[in-house]
């Protein structure tokens, strides 16, 4: 059976707006996207790591309740969950501090099996972090080697940019194995200082991966792909947060694959059609999610999504 498998890390976020805590979720920016996708029914494996505490157990059990499976979470004995605070300002985009004690020895779980086809995304410092560097290298290869769609969330945030030099041969590596590249314009601003998103498919993404994502918060999404090239509009929506907006756009241009039964040999041969219902799945949850305190989609709005 085809799967979709992620790997990142797992925080509890604590939302403050003026101030004052709001809500606290479990997060993480590839966990938000595999959560909805649990929420949709699909398969979908999870491999990443969390502390044997009160927090790790909430994230566990969470992530059971949306039908994202435990069984690739290494609870390390030592150390804590880590924890994340995000202040909302008055446009409701979020300031974060990041509260971590990790052991020494990170990540000691085995990989799922991946079989051709299946999809796995990655991204973020996490597919970055030189302790985590060899584990993560490790899964893309064996995903590569058995021909798995191989979907990389660039999601490089300001607290990282004096590092993008020194990052250099990492981003690399992970373009060339990527299928599908997304990445948003603050990143790209933070890693290139660029953000003309022909300059950059042309410049940075192209000789690697042909098929890109650039999307622009409330301007928009564009596409590049094999001879294919085009702008789709955000929707209008009253923004209460746009904390896992970004994440659950991957988790819709994933279940707009996984959806339409699109395989790694189609990537090349994707029709304007095509991408018109992929990206739509993308706008679609980011949406959702931007219009809740939430860092997914609802179970309900999933369960009438899928119909």
């Known amino acids: 059976m085809r799967k979709i498998i992620g790997i990142g890390e797992t925080i509890l976020d604590i939302l403050f707006k003026n101030e004052q805590p709001t809500k606290a979720t479990p997060g993480g920016s590839v ?3 595999m959560i909805t996708l649990g929420r949709l029914g699909v398969p979908a494996l999870f491999i990443s790591e969390t502390g ?4 790790g157990k909430i994230i566990k059990e969470f992530m059971l309740d949306s039908g994202l499976s435990t069984e690739y979470i290494d609870t390390f004995p030592d150390g804590k969950s880590p924890v994340a605070l995000a202040f909302l300002n008055e446009n409701n985009d979020a300031d974060y501090l990041f509260y971590k004690d990790y052991p020494s020895n990170r990540l000691d779980t085995g990989y799922p099996i991946i079989e051709a086809d299946d999809i796995l995304i990655f991204g973020s410092f996490y597919a970055l972090n030189p302790v985590l560097r060899p584990r993560v290298l490790e899964l893309l ?3 590569s080697d058995r021909k798995a769609i191989i979907y990389y969330d660039v999601n490089f945030r300001q607290n990282h940019a004096n590092e993008a030099i020194r990052l250099t041969s990492s981003f690399i590596e992970n373009f ?3 299928d599908i590249i997304r990445g948003s314009a603050d990143d790209f601003k933070f890693l290139y200082n660029s953000v003309d998103v022909d300059k950059i498919y042309k410049d940075k993404i192209h000789y690697y991966s042909p098929n ?6 409330e301007n928009g999404v564009d596409v ?5 090239s085009k702008h789709y509009d955000a929707k209008s929506i009253k923004t209460v947060s746009t904390v896992g907006a970004g994440d659950n756009f991957n988790a819709g241009v994933i279940f707009g694959l996984f959806r339409s039964g699109i395989l790694r040999a189609d990537l090349p041969n994707l029709t304007e059609k ?5 990206i739509q799945c993308g706008l679609d949850f980011a949406a959702e999610v931007c219009q809740s305190y939430d860092n997914y989609i609802t179970k309900e709005y999933a369960a009438a999504y899928r119909i």
């Open 52 to 55: 044997n505490d009160k927090v």
């Open 141 to 143: 290869q064996f995903a």
């Open 212 to 217: 890109f994502i650039y999307t622009s918060a």
């Open 176 to 178: 060339e194995f990527a």
């Open 31 to 33: 966990f938000n996207g």
């Open 224 to 228: 590049r792909g094999v001879n294919f």
């Open 274 to 278: 095509d991408w018109d219902g992929i």
